[in-house]
């Protein structure tokens, strides 16, 4: 009788191990669904902007306008975005206009001037011979800039079309 005992005892633990094995692999696969998506790939943050690193730097920022141009060149980085599809948001030019002078004052150190254009594209039959864009507005944001220490975090919500100080500080015009 004590054999049929430990038969069955080493039974039961038999059955009760293959039971948890199979378990584990759903028990990760609900850890892992309630993770989230996992990055592939980790973005090292950019300490200083090169040409190399560019486009991954401004791709970064997910613009909420497209992206027509990016140039680097001497400590001067220089955008163009397109304002085909939003020409009236101004609002929207601002939120990008913040997240590039983040990414050109806080996020990197080598930078010492922000110019950044606002265009559309040339309508067809237009005097703009040469040109596949026409400018409606430009920015130019300088390392040196005092107020940019205390009011950097205001330009997203800035309407420099309609305020003075907000055109002077970004030293904004207007193309009309």
């Given at each position: 009788m004590?054999?049929?005992?430990?038969?069955?005892g080493a039974?039961?633990?038999?059955?009760?191990i293959?039971?948890?094995?199979?378990?584990?692999p759903l028990?990760?696969?609900?850890?892992?669904?309630?993770?989230g998506?996992?990055a592939?790939?980790?973005?090292a943050?950019i300490?200083?902007?090169?040409?190399?690193?560019?486009?991954?730097s401004?791709i970064?920022?997910?613009l909420k306008?497209?992206?027509r141009?990016?140039?680097w060149r001497e400590g001067?980085?220089?955008v163009?975005l397109?304002v085909?599809?939003v020409?009236?948001?101004?609002?929207?030019w601002?939120t990008?206009?913040?997240?590039?002078?983040d990414?050109?004052y806080?996020?990197?150190?080598?930078?010492?001037r922000?110019?950044i254009?606002?265009?559309?594209s040339?309508p067809?039959?237009?005097?703009?011979?040469?040109?596949?864009?026409?400018?409606?507005?430009?920015?130019?944001?300088?390392k040196?800039?005092e107020?940019?220490?205390?009011?950097?975090?205001?330009?997203?919500?800035?309407?420099?079309?309609?305020?003075?100080?907000?055109r002077?500080?970004?030293?904004?015009?207007?193309?009309?």
């Open positions: 004590t054999v049929w005992r430990r038969l069955l039974a039961g633990a038999a059955i009760a293959t039971a948890l094995l199979t378990l584990l028990a990760e696969r609900r850890m892992l669904d309630s993770q998506e996992m592939v790939f980790r973005a943050p300490k200083r902007l090169e040409t190399r690193n560019l486009v991954d401004i970064a920022q997910q306008l497209p992206i141009k990016a140039e001067v980085l220089s163009d397109a085909d599809g020409p009236g948001r101004i609002d929207l601002m990008d206009l913040q997240q590039l002078t990414l050109a806080v996020q990197t150190s080598n930078v010492n922000l110019l254009r606002f265009v559309k040339a067809a039959g237009s005097d703009a011979v040469g040109r596949s864009m026409v400018m409606q507005a430009a920015a130019d944001i300088r040196t800039d107020w940019l220490a205390s009011a950097l975090s205001e330009i997203g919500g800035a309407r420099p079309d309609l305020d003075p100080v907000w002077d500080r970004l030293r904004m015009s207007f193309v009309r």
